[in-house]
């Protein structure tokens, strides 16, 4: 097997077939595969917050926010050879890792994260395919290119692969 | 003037260091009296670092912790989480509660690592509004057991505006029959770091 590639919190990262990329760990950030399963290209984005609107433009880091984050990427994967309508998402996280009271803004990060997320892929055409979203478990999100699969690992807990 | 972490001067990081000097005092004061015994702590280590160094620092971010996660709020904003290896939790636990056969933290012992994780956070809180004046109050604790990558983004994912630094606290606190590893992160709003500074008479 090949080197594992790692992506950090506020990070993405592409590669090709038989490159296995992992993101470590996610709470109520999303991941985001997203997969060319004819030329075996895919990436995984570490989404951290929503939306960057409210942000003062100049000096964002634009892989921290679904909506500037996905868009960068597609790009980025386009470039390397990904065909316009080939692309399809594979994505987890979102939980809610305290319970906190209802009402508290603090519970509604991953949700918000996962709406903003379905909003930018939709807004990019990609079709989500598998989804492994929201309740309140962290969750280790392997994908591996040569099959498209995206593996989830939890503590306590059987993995899944979607 | 700063905008977020990164920018602070070295005598503004100072300030935060005594701020988590004597938040560390008034823990290591408390936690004597909830176990009844005599507690020293050691001089603690107060370093503003990244996500990945203090998840490291943690023991990588798949690592199974217990973290308690309190808010403050009034005149000064923001969240304090402290971070306990399971292990020494249960340690811990079994001084206060008594030993039991289950590799599982129950629900009384988890309950009371919350309570502590309250009282070590009010603590530093304590110590921010001893130093500045500042009429700062403290939101009950939440706690969660699960990989400290994850629970470290909640705080991190809530000031992800201030930049991609926070403040690390680490400290021992060693009593008669047990030795507690401590680590704590401690994030305020860029206003309440300003406030901070100019109660203290510093330049922002």
Known sequence: ?162 | MFNNYEELSDMQIDVLREIGNIGAGNAATALATILDEKVDMSVPSVKITGFDEAVQALGGAETMTVAVLVNFSGDGNGMIMFLLNVEDAKSIMDILIGEDDSDELSEMKISGIKEIGNILGSSYVNAISALTGLNIHVSVPYIAIDMVGALMSVPIIEFGAIGDKLMFIEENFNGETNDLKSNMIMFAEINTLKIIMQKLGLEI
């Not at chain 1, 921290?64 to 980025?76: E, G, P």
């Open chain 1, 1 to 162: 097997m090949s080197q594992l590639i790692v992506v950090g919190i506020s990070d993405y990262k592409f590669a090709k077939e038989p490159e296995v990329i992992v993101t470590y760990a996610l709470g109520s950030c999303v991941g985001v595969c997203l997969y060319d399963k004819v030329t075996k290209i895919g990436g995984l984005s570490h989404v951290m917050l929503p939306d960057s609107t409210s942000f003062s433009a100049k000096d964002i880091n634009r892989k921290k926010f679904a909506d500037t984050a996905l868009v960068d990427l597609v790009q980025d994967l386009k470039r390397a050879g990904v065909g316009n309508n080939r692309m399809v998402a594979k994505i987890a996280g979102g939980a809610q890792m305290f319970e906190v009271q209802p009402g508290s803004k603090l519970g509604a990060i991953g949700e918000r994260n996962i709406i903003c997320v379905k909003q930018a892929l939709s807004q990019l055409r990609i079709p989500i395919i598998a989804e492994d979203t929201g309740l309140n478990f962290g969750r280790t999100q392997y994908f591996d290119l040569a099959t498209g699969t995206m593996k989830i690992q939890s503590l306590n807990r059987r993995i899944e692969e979607f």
